[in-house]
């Protein structure tokens, strides 16, 4: 995670009243990589949870939602030739893996977290119980969605969507890895591409945008549910949950 300068604003202080009552942060797996070519960067993973917690200190009521292409991704898998619910399942197993890690981070400073998975691992985390995580939440406590929706041929950005509207989320914090946000194209290939500071949700569906995949962008555009898009670099998980419009906002206006 490095700042980027343009972007290098103060933080919110600790006391301020953050505008999201509660948030679904969306996190890659490959964003707990570092420099590493796979696995979980321990420094990393420490400094996007000293994050989590000062977004939590700020009072609002945090759950993430975490990928696992750190250590699989079913659809290259299914592309090598496994079956895709196969690859997809082995997916899940490894977004497990990155929620312990981000708990283990997140305790040892202090805050108080459950994982609750959408596949049966009960020995290391709770079932996913809509109104058991909620009342975590309200408690205090960060919650950590694993094992996507528990269902091959779904994303992590759609059980980010599903989960924000189950628990009644505000809104979406999306963190990507090495772009500011939404642009027209891809940047780390096409030098012109144009960053968008701002758009529907249609319009990214219809454009193609890669911002979240369609299934998840049909969720949230339908229940008008927002989505903060932005870089995941040092400080940028606190600066957006304090109300900073960093990166690009994907969102539909409720019809007057």
């Known amino acids: 995670m490095t700042a980027r300068p343009e972007e290098a604003t103060e933080l919110a202080p600790a006391g301020a009243a953050s505008p999201f009552r509660r948030a679904v942060l969306k996190l890659s797996g490959e964003s707990l990589m570092g420099d590493r070519e796979y696995g979980v960067d321990p420094t990393t993973v420490t400094s996007i949870a000293q994050e989590v917690v000062a977004v939590r200190a700020r009072g609002t009521e945090l759950a993430i939602v975490v990928g696992g292409g750190n250590f699989y991704r079913g659809m290259e898998a299914a592309a090598e030739g496994m079956d895709r619910a196969t690859a997809d399942y082995a997916g899940m197993l490894a977004t497990l893996l990155n929620a312990l890690a981000l708990q283990d981070a997140l305790e040892r400073l202090g805050a108080q977290t459950r994982v609750q998975s959408a596949i049966e691992v009960s020995e290391v985390a709770e079932p996913y119980i809509r109104r058991r995580a909620m009342r975590h939440l309200e408690k205090g406590r960060v919650v950590i969605f694993a094992?996507?929706?528990?269902?091959?041929?779904?994303?992590?950005?759609?059980?980010?969507?599903l989960r924000a509207l189950e628990i009644g989320a505000e809104a979406i914090l999306m963190a990507k890895n090495?772009?500011?946000?939404?642009?027209?194209?891809?940047?780390r290939v096409d030098p012109g591409a144009t960053f968008i500071p701002e758009l529907t949700h249609l319009e990214a569906i219809e454009r193609g945008l890669r911002v979240m995949d369609t299934t998840a962008l049909s969720l949230c555009m339908d229940n008008n549910l927002p989505i903060h898009v932005f870089e995941l670099a040092d400080g940028n998980i606190d600066r957006v949950a304090a109300g900073d419009r960093i990166g690009t906002l994907v969102a539909t206006r409720k019809e007057d």
């Open 147 to 161: 094992a996507g929706t528990g269902n091959p041929f779904f994303t992590t950005d759609t059980a980010a969507a």
């Open 178 to 187: 090495g772009v500011r946000g939404v642009y027209d194209g891809d940047p």
